[in-house]
């Protein structure tokens, strides 16, 4: 089935730089969408990043200027790199893509299963 399997995280000092990786995998027609949340103890899961498969991306506002998302949708993969990297940053991060899988037309959401993120001196 359709899996999307996360990498890349870790603990990192405060003002350090993390990489998250994300790929989907499975019988995979197209994907349109793929992104990051992250969730905070006691906290909502929240956006973190977007990429459109027409090359739009989308922040949430405490993230820009310091994470960039990319990605290759010819290979189904998004990454997350994170620069000058906070306390508040740390939290468990979810790659999330809409797919149409294989036999499909229309798209479903999917989530990755986490990767914790930990910034601390």
């Known amino acids: 089935q359709v899996q999307l399997v996360e990498s890349g995280g870790g603990l990192v000092q405060p003002g350090g730089s993390l990489r998250l990786s994300c790929a989907a995998s499975g019988p995979i027609f197209k994907i349109n969408v793929m992104g990051w949340y992250r969730q905070a103890p006691g906290k909502e899961r929240e956006l973190v990043a977007q990429?459109?498969?027409?090359?739009?991306?989308n922040y949430t506002d405490s993230v820009k200027g310091r994470f960039t998302i990319s990605g290759d949708f010819g290979k189904n993969t998004v990454y997350l790199q994170m620069n000058s990297l906070k306390p508040e940053d740390t939290a468990v991060y979810y790659c999330?893509?809409?797919?149409?899988?294989?036999?499909?037309?229309?798209?479903?959401?999917?989530w990755g299963q986490g990767t914790q993120v930990t910034v601390s001196s």
């Open positions: 999330d893509a809409n797919i149409a899988p294989s036999g499909f037309i229309r798209y479903y959401h999917y």
């Open positions: 990429l459109v498969s027409d090359g739009r991306t």
